[in-house]
């Protein structure tokens, strides 16, 4: 069986003269004409209309070209949520750039991982965040310059031969002269996400997924102008970031929140009188537990759940005291952006599904041989459509795990077409029952989804086994309530040597982002169970742990 949603609307009827949106960038500039005085942004750092906004994009990519900055490089931004953050990669669409959004959580050898693996040229950053960073990129040969948004710290130990840029550099820039020399199926960015194995990988978009995609999802909430939009998620993530898409398609207000406590969000609801919340489940799990001011979060229309299931206990909580907030269940993938979601009438009745296809996709649930399969049948999430990314970026093995031609005959896919078409197939297991709605099984690589994020076990046991505390370990995520998934791990220690859990718990909070820090470490004497093809039997660990557990 199969879930097809009809297309976005690709039209404006506001002002069919102007040209259509077609670039990134595109977003904010049709904006700044239609409501030049109208707030594109708010919260960290104040304030900012449609109109001065436009005039930074471009002025950001006026800088870029000046620098030599060429169509198709990659400019990484590592940045907390402000005005800067918003600037550097829009404005990097317009100059035909690629921007690369870092979580501000990672640590120095992750973003490092990350600059290499793109071949980074420009680093926009911080100061604070420059001073962490300054062993690891001299280990970056592409990188030639970092544009710093503030000072630069006092007794910087800095490579002479990387120059530093100011962000009045940027403010005084001309306006880049014409449009981009890009095409709308040009790559605009690369999202990080974790793999099953190893470091993250770079999936990469286009302008094309990113548009249509802001599209798509402002069709099925139905935002407006009069919408404000809180920024929860970190702007890394594809969730995070199309908070901005989503509400500059419609010339709604963004709110950027750098919280540090759920108590903060409660509070930004009602300071910016909030109209639409996406958040992951972990996060409104904390809200529920708080104790909620008389009226709190009225001014929502909506709130919107991804990155996992969310409770039904949560959910109902939310619904208690949000019951003017229609709720949103939502299911996507980096590598095609969103796929489903559930209709918030439909809540009540299936409120363990995921929903149907979003607009302007089509989701399939196929077996391994590539056949579509029967209502209540398990099978493989296969998204299909305009937002299937352009792959991992200089990774063709895992692009071909991810991202397969679709068998002749399959949905849409006519029999006499000659040219392949490209899916993401999911590697996770869902069924259809026979009204179309899906339901999530479970996932068949060994990715752990914990507090919205989706950690690699075998990034973790790398950083475990640079602590010298190890001799063998893995990593395996088990059920938790709250988080998703918790992060285990169980480890021998070194030959001779004895197990020093506190010594290595101290060494992960040190070089990890909080998310990835195991919440418990199990030490084990001896050697680790292997699998027949000798490798460390993590499946197997898990399913021990599960026992006992139980």
């Not at 950053?125 to 970092?146: F, H, I, K, N, Y």
């Not at 919340?277 to 979060?297: D, K, R, S």
């Not at 399969?373 to 970026?393: F, I, K, N, S, T």
Request: with cysteine; glycine share 10%.
């Amino acid at each position: 069986m199969q879930e097809t949603a009809a297309p976005a609307s690709l039209g404006f009827p506001d002002d069919p003269a102007l040209p259509p949106v077609r670039l990134l960038g595109d977003l904010v500039h049709r904006q700044a004409r239609l409501r030049p005085q109208a707030l594109a942004l708010g919260g960290e750092g104040g304030s900012v209309a449609y109109a001065p906004l436009s005039g930074d994009l471009r002025r950001m990519a006026g800088w870029l070209a000046s620098v030599g900055v060429a169509r198709g490089e990659r400019v990484a931004v590592y940045l907390d949520k402000r005005r800067e953050f918003v600037v550097s990669c829009f404005g990097a669409g317009d100059a035909g750039a690629v921007f690369v959004p870092v979580n501000p959580v990672l640590k120095a050898d992750q973003v490092a991982h990350i600059l290499r693996d793109c071949d980074v040229a420009v680093l926009v950053t911080a100061g604070a965040r420059l001073q962490s960073l300054a062993e690891v990129l001299p280990d970056c040969p592409a990188l030639r310059r970092v544009l710093l948004v503030d000072d630069a710290p006092a007794g910087l130990a800095f490579p002479a031969s990387l120059p530093l840029h100011a962000w009045t550099e940027v403010e005084a820039a001309p306006a880049l002269a014409g449009p981009a020399p890009v095409l709308d199926i040009d790559m605009a960015a690369i999202l990080y996400t974790s793999g099953s194995t190893g470091r993250p990988k770079g999936v990469v978009l286009s302008h094309r997924n990113l548009v249509l995609g802001a599209q798509s999802v402002a069709q099925y909430l139905g935002n407006h102008p009069g919408d404000v939009l809180l920024a929860a998620l970190p702007l890394s993530f594809d969730a995070g970031f199309s908070q901005l898409t989503t509400a500059f398609l419609v010339g709604a207000k963004v709110v950027l929140l750098n919280y540090l406590m759920p108590r903060d969000v409660l509070k930004a609801l009602d300071r910016e009188g909030v109209t639409g919340l996406t958040a992951v489940p972990p996060l409104y799990i904390q809200l529920t537990q708080l104790a909620w001011p008389e009226g709190a979060g009225r001014s929502l229309r909506y709130f919107a759940n991804t990155g996992g299931r969310m409770p039904r206990e949560t959910l109902d909580r939310l619904r208690e005291r949000l019951p003017q907030a229609a709720p949103f269940l939502m299911y996507g993938l980096t590598e095609a952006f969103r796929s489903t979601y559930l209709p918030p009438q439909e809540v009540d009745r299936r409120p363990d599904s995921i929903g149907r296809a979003i607009p302007n996709a089509e989701i399939l649930v196929l077996r391994d041989d590539g056949s579509l399969c029967d209502a209540e049948e398990p099978g493989e999430l296969v998204h299909r459509g305009p937002l299937v990314g352009l792959g991992y970026w200089n990774d063709p093995e895992k692009t071909a795990e991810r991202y397969k031609p679709l068998p002749a005959g399959v949905g849409g896919r006519e029999t006499g077409l000659q040219l392949p078409e490209y899916a993401v197939f999911s590697g996770d297991t869902v069924r259809r029952d026979a009204e179309g709605f899906l339901y999530f099984i479970g996932r068949r690589d060994e990715m752990i989804k914990t507090s919205g994020y989706r950690v690699s076990p075998v990034e973790v046991e790398e950083l475990l086994y640079r602590s010298g505390l190890v001799g063998e370990c893995a990593a395996y995520g088990l059920p938790h309530e709250q988080l998703g998934q918790r992060i285990e791990v169980v480890f021998s220690p070194p030959a001779g040597a004895e197990a020093d859990d506190a010594g290595l718990l101290a060494f992960c909070r040190r070089h990890m982002p909080a998310y990835m820090v195991p919440a418990r470490l199990c030490p084990v004497p001896g050697p680790l169970p292997r699998n027949p093809n000798g490798k460390i039997d993590r499946k197997l660990l898990q399913q021990q742990a599960l026992s006992a557990a139980a």
